[in-house]
Each structure stands twice: as structure tokens, then as C-alpha cells.
């Protein structure tokens, strides 16, 4: 197993701890809500690194095309469900969120099948970069930050919905015309 791929095992592997970290005592332990958000941007930044290496040396697997994206949103959904339990974001966000997970996994799967490759677009990887920003933010529950935190939590869900358009309307020849 090349580097890349253990970056995504290792990403896949902290998520019980980050999970374990932010749940304790309800969320009520400030310290161990610390510890959850430097695992979670430890986790987040193995995806920047794996990305950059497999690149960079050619390392590209058909495990890592298939497990990094899985990793990604097992790390962001798993939060996402942890901080509903919390109360400290509304339900109706993260379903906006893991449905278009569920959406796009849909789309290259039946893309896939008619060997065409979807890849990431722009609006895509803002939208990350905005989840996870916000994520943290809503983890370390910084009151000064609250509006800073809110304003990366909604422009997280916008880019999640326009980012969602965005796939719909470049492919959605795969589902209509079963090839692009």
C-alpha cells in the first residue's frame, strides 16, 4: 500500500477518536472539543496531502479513487451528525449537505459505469473548504466567533446546493443519455 492510501486508512481511522473526542460528556468538555478539532484538521489536511503525493508521483490508485472521496465525506458526515447530537447545528443543514453526497455518488456511479470520470469541480472544492472550516468553527464554540462561525455555515450550504447545480447541469447527460 503506497503512501497516499495510508493517508486515507489514517483518515478513516481517526474518525472513531474524533468522534469519541467531540461526544464526550455530551460535548460539555471544552478540552476534548479541542482535541476533536485538531483531529478533524489533522484528518482534513492527510486529504490535501494524499491528493498532492498520489499526484506529484504518480501514485493514483483505483483503492485511493475509490476510498479518498469515500474518506472525505465519512470525516465530514460523521461530524456533521455529531454536532446535530450537540445541537449546535439544525438537522435540515446536514440533510441539505448528505443529500447531495448521496446525489454526486449517484451521478459517478452511473457515470463510472459508462466509463466516464467525474471529477471534482471548483464550486465542489470550495465547498469543502467551507464545510470544514466550518465544522471546526462549530466545534471549538467560540462565542466571539459566532457570527464568523454562522457565516461559514451558511456559505457552506449555499456551495453545497450550487455546487450540486453545477454537476447537475455538465452531466446530466449521464443519467438522461446513459453516456456523455
Avoid at 71 to 89: F, N, Q, W
Wanted: aromatic share 10%; proline share 2%; glycine share 4%.
Amino acid at each position: 500500500m503506497n503512501l497516499p492510501n495510508k493517508l486515507t486508512v489514517l483518515r478513516v481511522l481517526l474518525i472513531p477518536f474524533f468522534v469519541a473526542a467531540l461526544l464526550w460528556d455530551k460535548g460539555e468538555n471544552m478540552t476534548l472539543r479541542y482535541v476533536a478539532a485538531g483531529i478533524f484538521i489533522a484528518a482534513s489536511l492527510t486529504d490535501l496531502l494524499d491528493g498532492k503525493i498520489a499526484r506529484k508521483y504518480n501514485l493514483v490508485t483505483n483503492f485511493g479513487k475509490f476510498m479518498d472521496p469515500l474518506a472525505d465525506k465519512l470525516l465530514v458526515c460523521a461530524a456533521l451528525i455529531c454536532l446535530i447530537e450537540l445541537d449546535d447545528i439544525p438537522a435540515w443543514m446536514v440533510i441539505v449537505i448528505i443529500s447531495r453526497e448521496f446525489i454526486i455518488s449517484g451521478f459517478r456511479l452511473v457515470a463510472s459505469d459508462n466509463g466516464v470520470v467525474i471529477a471534482a469541480s471548483y464550486w465542489g472544492k470550495f465547498k469543502t473548504v467551507f464545510q470544514m472550516i466550518a465544522v471546526v468553527l462549530l466545534i471549538v464554540k467560540i462565542d466571539a466567533l459566532s457570527v464568523v462561525t454562522d457565516i461559514f455555515l451558511w456559505a457552506a450550504v449555499v456551495l453545497t446546493v450550487v455546487s450540486l447545480m453545477d454537476y447537475i447541469k455538465k452531466n446530466h447527460k449521464v443519467l438522461t443519455e446513459g453516456s456523455m
